[in-house]
């Protein structure tokens, strides 16, 4: 059955040649990960990631490619960062929204996102570097002039934004969420060493507890399908309109409320945004000024803490599916269309008294979906405390973003077929 959907799709010119290169944008993405920047110690640089919880979180945020401080070791991580930025200013900034809902106003923006990428890439690479250069303990950075700190600080940059391109270039294919699909090979590219590790360290008496982590793992997947795929189903009425002899309308179907609009990109957001405070405070730890010292100190102990750090992964997570959610869905303009279009929901009035109710809908299935993605993504973290592995962190977070981006990319996909079979092309 599933090979037959392949072939079917690879039947399709188009889409066939869309996925294609889709693919040779992730090897490209994957070849540049493997070339490291001169004069870094790779194998001392995973030992000192290997180290830090935090430090393993960037890692898989940059698609792995931090692992080797390779030219794109930033990722897309700045990206990121622009785009929250942003979208909290469209929220906030009344000039801004109105912007955005012009005719190329979302262009406008776009652009200004790109444009704040370059300084946050360039003040993130050069708070890495200084950090990596602090660790005398692993000896990963020797001394570097100021022409090497530059040229250094220059490439990360440019890897920066070339990801971004290439992240953009992906998303216009349609085949997925260029940003996610970027994240998602670095995971998937790190599946071969994991396996390989823990073969290594294969211990007989741990089988159940593989197998126990097995049926964690499996039943994390169902529930990340259910949760993307459920949907609540809102009545939709269409009044019938008498023109000469003829009638028109008088048709019921429902609008569907997906449970997770967000899809994956609120683990991305709180990802990003949990790895902002240690990092900054890790740069001030050898400051002149004890104040910033002690405060740098206190901070890092805080994201080390496994109960507050699970607390703020979770509270991230939860309050970004509903930021999120908010960015995408407008109840106001779902019913002002519904209004000139004829449509009503059964019981409900037209207009405002529509716009109230679907808010309140979906602020209450979002819910579900934001408890369920919090949960998932702080699951790891109490699994460690019992077996004290860090791979189950890191393991939770990919798994949660690999289930989501994969669905979202086959729904794309079998959107482009369903559009292509209705078009007779």
């Given at each position: 059955m599933w090979l037959d959907k392949i072939i079917q799709i690879f039947k399709i010119r188009d889409l066939r040649k869309s996925i294609l290169f889709v693919l040779a944008m992730l090897v490209v993405f994957r070849i540049a990960a493997q070339i490291p920047i001169p004069g870094v110690n790779v194998g001392n640089l995973k030992e000192f990631f290997a180290s830090n919880q935090?430090?393993?979180?960037?890692?898989?945020?940059?698609?792995?490619?931090?692992?080797?401080?390779?030219?794109?070791?930033?990722?897309?991580?700045?990206?990121?960062?622009?785009?929250?930025?942003?979208?909290?200013?469209?929220?906030?900034?009344?000039?801004?929204?109105?912007?955005?809902?012009?005719?190329?106003?979302?262009q406008k923006i776009n652009r200004?996102?790109?444009?704040?990428?370059?300084?946050?890439?360039?003040?993130?690479?050069?708070?890495?570097?200084?950090?990596?250069?602090?660790?005398?303990?692993?000896?990963?950075?020797?001394?570097?002039?100021?022409?090497?700190?530059?040229?250094?600080?220059?490439?990360?940059?440019?890897?920066?934004?070339?990801?971004?391109?290439?992240?953009?270039l992906i998303s216009e294919k349609k085949i997925g969420n260029g940003i996610s699909l970027l994240i998602f090979a670095g995971i998937i590219a790190a599946l071969p060493g994991a396996i390989q590790r823990t073969l290594v360290v294969f211990d007989p008496s741990q089988i159940a507890t593989l197998i126990a982590f097995g049926a964690i793992a499996v039943i994390t997947i169902i529930g990340v399908v259910i949760i993307n795929e459920g949907t609540r189903n809102v009545p939709v009425s269409y009044a019938r309109h008498i023109r000469g002899n003829r009638m028109y309308g008088g048709v019921n179907t429902h609008l569907p409320l997906r449970v997770n609009m967000a899809g994956v990109i609120p683990i991305i957001f709180a990802i990003s945004l949990i790895l902002f405070p240690p990092m900054v405070a890790n740069f001030f730890l050898h400051a002149k000024s004890q104040i910033l010292?002690?405060?740098?100190?206190?901070?890092?102990?805080?994201?080390q803490n496994q109960l507050i750090y699970g607390i703020l992964y979770f509270t991230f997570v939860f309050g970004f599916t509903y930021f999120y959610t908010a960015v995408v869905f407008h109840p106001q303009q779902i019913a002002d269309n519904l209004q000139k279009q004829g449509g009503f929901i059964p019981g409900i009035r037209p207009g405002k008294n529509t716009e109230e109710y679907l808010a309140r809908v979906t602020s209450r299935i979002i819910l579900a979906g934001a408890l369920f993605l919090g949960l998932?993504?702080?699951?790891?973290?109490?699994?460690?405390?019992?077996?004290?592995?860090?791979?189950?962190?890191?393991?939770?977070?990919?798994?949660?973003?690999?289930?989501?981006?994969?669905?979202?990319?086959?729904?794309?996909?079998?959107?482009?077929?369903?559009?292509?079979?209705?078009?007779?092309?």
């Open positions: 935090i430090l393993g979180l960037i890692n898989i945020f940059s698609g792995g490619a931090m692992e080797n401080f390779s030219i794109v070791a930033m990722g897309i991580a700045p990206y990121i960062t622009a785009s929250i930025i942003f979208q909290l200013l469209v929220m906030i900034i009344p000039k801004l929204e109105e912007i955005s809902k012009e005719q190329g106003g979302q200004w996102t790109r444009l704040l990428t370059v300084p946050l890439a360039a003040l993130q690479g050069y708070g890495m570097l200084t950090l990596l250069r602090q660790q005398s303990t692993f000896d990963i950075i020797g001394h570097l002039s100021a022409f090497e700190l530059i040229t250094a600080l220059v490439t990360l940059t440019a890897g920066t934004i070339f990801l971004m391109w290439i992240g953009e010292v002690k405060a740098s100190e206190f901070i890092i102990q805080i994201f998932i993504a702080i699951l790891p973290l109490i699994l460690q405390g019992f077996t004290g592995g860090l791979n189950l962190v890191i393991g939770g977070t990919s798994l949660l973003i690999v289930v989501s981006v994969v669905i979202e990319s086959m729904k794309q996909i079998q959107a482009q077929m369903t559009m292509r079979e209705y078009e007779g092309l």
